[in-house]
């Protein structure tokens, strides 16, 4: 009796690993990895933007110690940089779209109070030639293009969540398994030069 048991057992346990292997093998597993993976992509760019968003009051106090009549353009900065930090998108909203174009639109507006305040640096010889505003100069180089990159991966890792509930068999495993996931957005162009990171460099 024992030994049917066992044997019964050890038909349903083979049963299921093989179940298993043919349902991972025909893509059941692919939308929550896609989805998995864009929302680690939307992290990275979530990172970058808190990193850019972290080196700005040092440089506001840089370009003040120089520049201090150029207020209008400083406060512009600093209430573009509160706008930005206060519009949060997480994995858990990013399914939606007006919350991702909020904060899209605040990082925008970010980026183009800091390019004004660029163009506000080229007048002050000594600002340019000082040594904390040119390593903080660096780090906001970088950061731009590492936030260009980081909005390409999420784009595509998107695109690629977006096609597989969309074509078959991802599209019969979402309608059977995964309907609760939704169609993600990405980012919009708000202008031609969308795909490039924005301009802080000084001549």
């Not at 399914?95 to 660029?118: I, V, W, Y």
């Amino acid at each position: 009796m024992q030994a049917a048991q066992s044997y019964r057992w050890g038909f349903k346990a083979a049963a299921l690993l093989l179940i298993s292997t043919v349902l991972s093998g025909c893509g059941i597993n692919t939308i929550p990895t896609l989805d998995e993976q864009a929302k680690a992509a939307w992290g990275q760019v979530q990172n970058q933007y808190q990193r850019r968003a972290d080196l700005i009051p040092n440089l506001v106090e840089v370009v003040k110690g120089y520049a201090a009549h150029e207020q209008d353009t400083l406060t512009a900065v600093i209430e573009a940089r509160a706008k930005a930090t206060s519009i949060q998108v997480d994995a858990s909203t990013l399914d939606n779209p007006e919350k991702l174009k909020q904060f899209q639109q605040a990082q925008d507006g970010l980026s183009g109070a800091l390019s004004r305040l660029m163009v506000v640096s080229e007048r002050y010889p000594d600002l340019k030639a000082n040594q904390n505003f040119l390593a903080l100069q660096s780090q906001l180089e970088g950061t731009e293009n590492r936030i260009a990159v980081a909005r390409r991966d999420f784009i595509q890792a998107v695109q690629a969540y977006n096609t597989e509930i969309r074509t078959f068999p991802g599209r019969l495993w979402h309608s059977v398994m995964y309907s609760d996931l939704p169609i993600r957005q990405t980012f919009e162009a708000t202008s031609a030069d969308a795909d490039k990171a924005p301009q802080v460099k000084f001549k």
